[in-house]
């Protein structure tokens, strides 16, 4: 199997469907994954066309964690290409692998259902919105490996859940159902069909003015960490290029005349 066919990736009317495509693994995390989840990742990231990006597993379980046996195969060189910093980007491979997903400009959804753990969470942490299936096992496990979590989990986990939250599920590993998840706030929402509740919100979201959903995005992805008064000028300075835009416009009119509106991607 090539490097391309780990991921499959399709588009349409706007919404960007990515599957990792290692089921006979769970999804587990090769080399060749990483390439291809962030390759995958950064060409969305550039695609105007995209509105909504959904993130699903094929087979069992949306993604089983880093492939332990297949790194070790690799020897030190993998573990180089994986922890080494590029001037020209945020992060290692390791961490691009869920980072990047922050990075694409239209909101990403993850499905997760079956095994979520490790590297697997990681990815989903990254997603805007999470719809997890009620028995799916969600873990921070590598403590379990003698590890810390370091795929930008410090950035994402945080914004979810208590500190406190966060370190109990580091220090013990321990895993979370669905409906756990919900509680302590991992999963935005849950289903018993992950994957048709995130085409359903996707196809909301495709249904908005791109431009401000790619600025609402933007808003919450900066905002938390800013100050006050930072906050609030970031408003306004996402607000005043889609005051009396085209979308804008559009998306008044289409509302007052009862029809469905038709609006222009970014370029």
């Known amino acids: 199997m090539s490097t391309q066919d780990?991921?499959?990736?399709?588009?349409?009317?706007?919404?960007?469907?990515?599957?990792?495509?290692?089921p006979d693994k769970h999804n587990g995390l090769n080399p060749a994954m990483f390439d291809a989840i962030v390759d995958t990742g950064e060409?969305?990231?550039?695609?105007?066309?995209?509105?909504?990006?959904?993130?699903?597993?094929?087979?069992?379980?949306?993604?089983?964690g880093l492939d332990f046996l297949a790194f070790m195969a690799g020897g030190e060189a993998v573990q180089t290409k994986l922890l080494n910093w590029r001037d020209d980007?945020?992060?290692?491979?390791?961490?691009r692998l869920a980072w990047v997903w922050t990075e694409v400009p239209a909101p990403v959804i993850a499905a997760v259902h079956g095994a979520c753990v490790g590297g697997g969470l990681?990815?989903?942490?990254?997603?805007?919105?999470?719809?997890?299936?009620?028995?799916?096992?969600?873990?921070?496990?590598?403590i379990v490996y003698g590890m810390i979590p370091?795929?930008?989990?410090?950035?994402?986990?945080?914004?979810?859940?208590?500190?406190?939250?966060?370190?109990?599920?580091?220090?013990?590993?321990?895993?979370?159902?669905?409906?756990?998840?919900?509680?302590?706030?991992?999963?935005t929402r849950l289903s018993e069909d992950p994957l048709a509740a995130a085409r359903a919100?996707?196809?909301?979201?495709?249904?908005?003015?791109?431009?401000?959903?790619?600025?609402?995005?933007?808003?919450?992805?900066?905002?938390?960490?800013?100050?006050?008064?930072?906050?609030l000028r970031l408003e306004t300075e996402l607000q005043m290029p889609l005051l009396g835009s085209r979308n804008q416009l559009e998306a008044v009119q289409a509302r007052f005349m009862k029809r469905a509106p038709k609006f222009e991607d970014p370029t």
């Open 43 to 64: 060409q969305l990231r550039a695609d105007p066309s995209v509105r909504a990006v959904i993130l699903a597993g094929e087979g069992p379980s949306f993604c089983a």
């Open 150 to 187: 370091d795929m930008s989990i410090s950035q994402t986990l945080s914004r979810l859940v208590r500190l406190d939250v966060a370190k109990e599920l580091t220090f013990t590993g321990r895993d979370v159902d669905g409906r756990e998840a919900a509680q302590l706030g991992l999963a």
């Open 89 to 95: 980007r945020i992060g290692n491979l390791a961490q």
């Open 201 to 231: 919100i996707a196809e909301q979201i495709a249904a908005r003015s791109p431009h401000a959903v790619r600025a609402a995005k933007q808003l919450w992805n900066r905002a938390p960490q800013l100050g006050t008064e930072a906050a």
């Open 122 to 142: 990681q990815l989903a942490l990254a997603a805007d919105i999470r719809v997890v299936h009620p028995d799916a096992k969600l873990a921070v496990r590598e």
């Open 6 to 22: 780990r991921v499959t990736c399709t588009i349409e009317a706007g919404v960007a469907e990515v599957h990792l495509n290692r």
